[in-house]
């Protein structure tokens, strides 16, 4: 809660994005502190090879794709004399892991090198486009969240009902439906201006379908612009945290603290939220930090869909341009992203369970 609310005030207030994300360390460090060290350092330690693995294997890859990075890069007007200039002065004939060694040495000092065709560094494109698709990804997972949480709750307290069944039913149908599909057929509803059929218009043309204003722009046209992808985004999302809740719901009001809890007679609204939400909410914070994967993916797909100028226009653009040495410090930068937010679901997992931090292994 207190992240969110520095999050808020943050871009209320105009505080620049370094600032707010400094804040959510401190913070984040401060609930850490709550749980042994040796955990933390343990579970920090073992993000060091994943992220060597991951570095290395995106490098790997993409100096496997087929043709000469050189002139892939520099295009066909490319004579045999620039190719070979190019390649002594990124010295592309050095061995692979002599290369990867002097890329990793340049990224852990914030350095991942310079477009060829956008002529800026990598850092800057990402420091102008990341935040963007860091917004699209905030409001997505907290609009899942706000929906799936009152209606895991309310179908887990009404479990095989008709609003149980309603919900089931809405809730399978909107998996079917992937969120590029939602895409655009909200543009095709809301923005577009819809269709006619059987004499009758149908959609209209309520909210934008593309571009992007900065939140210290215009408050009401931020949240206009993002309307449609975040719900494109977050719908499919919500529907499947609302499923895991409410799974574990069920099975946690048949536990005998919730039998107990009612025969002190507590009311149905305090047992639902004060004893049975918590011990049901473990799967649903460890699926939200794996779905940050599916919630990367999906902000990728739909920025280029809405024109949206973040990450994932970005890495469009450089991948249409062959511009590798971009398309290696998006994917990186990805990469461990996604590593260390669920070091933090981790920890935060630990928090909330002491069970965890003090597991042993059974020998």
Do not use: C
């Not at 913070?27 to 955990?39: G, K």
């Not at 002529?119 to 990402?126: F, K, N, T």
């Not at 939400?277 to 280029?304: C, H, K, M, Y």
Request: charged fraction near 15%.
């Amino acid at each position: 809660m207190a992240g969110l609310v520095v999050i808020v005030v943050g871009r209320v207030s105009g505080a620049p994005i370094a600032v707010v994300i400094f804040a959510e360390l401190v913070i984040f460090t401060m609930a850490a502190a709550t749980i042994s060290r040796r955990y933390v350092a343990f579970r920090l330690l073992s993000l060091i090879p994943v992220m060597l693995s991951v570095t290395f294997l995106t490098f790997i890859m993409l100096n496997l794709l087929p043709g000469d990075p050189a002139a892939n890069i520099l295009g066909q007007a490319a004579t045999p004399e620039s190719i070979a200039e190019f390649r002594e002065v990124n010295r592309l004939d050095d061995p692979v892991v002599t290369r990867y060694l002097r890329w990793l040495g340049g990224a852990a000092k914030g350095d991942l090198g310079k477009s060829p065709f956008l002529q800026e560094d990598i850092r800057d494109g990402l420091a102008r486009t990341l935040p963007v698709s860091l917004q699209l990804m905030f409001y997505a997972q907290i609009t899942a969240l706000v929906v799936a949480i009152p209606l895991g709750i309310y179908t887990a307290y009404r479990a095989g009902r008709r609003v149980d069944n309603i919900s089931s039913t809405v809730a399978f149908g909107i998996l079917a439906v992937p969120n590029f599909v939602l895409a655009i057929l909200f543009i095709f509803f809301f923005a577009l201006g819809g269709f006619s059929a059987f004499g009758r218009d149908f959609g209209s043309q309520v909210l934008p379908a593309t571009g992007h204003i900065d939140f210290n722009e215009d408050i009401v046209g931020h949240f206009r612009h993002w309307v449609l992808p975040v719900l494109a985004l977050g719908l499919g999302q919500s529907v499947v945290y609302m499923r895991l809740l409410r799974t574990d719901m069920i099975a946690t009001l048949q536990e005998d603290f919730i039998a107990m809890a009612r025969a002190k007679g507590m009311s149905n609204r305090r047992i639902l939220l004060m004893h049975a939400l918590r011990p049901s909410s473990f799967t649903l914070l460890t699926v939200a930090g794996v779905n940050i994967g599916a919630l990367v993916g999906g902000t990728l797909i739909l920025e280029t869909i809405f024109n949206i100028p973040g990450v994932g226009t970005y890495l469009a653009t450089a991948i249409f341009q062959r511009d590798w040495l971009a398309v290696q410090g998006v994917v990186v930068v990805l990469a461990v992203g996604f590593v260390f937010a669920n070091f933090a679901v981790d920890v935060i997992y630990a928090v909330l369970d002491p069970r965890i931090r003090n597991a042993r292994a059974i020998s």
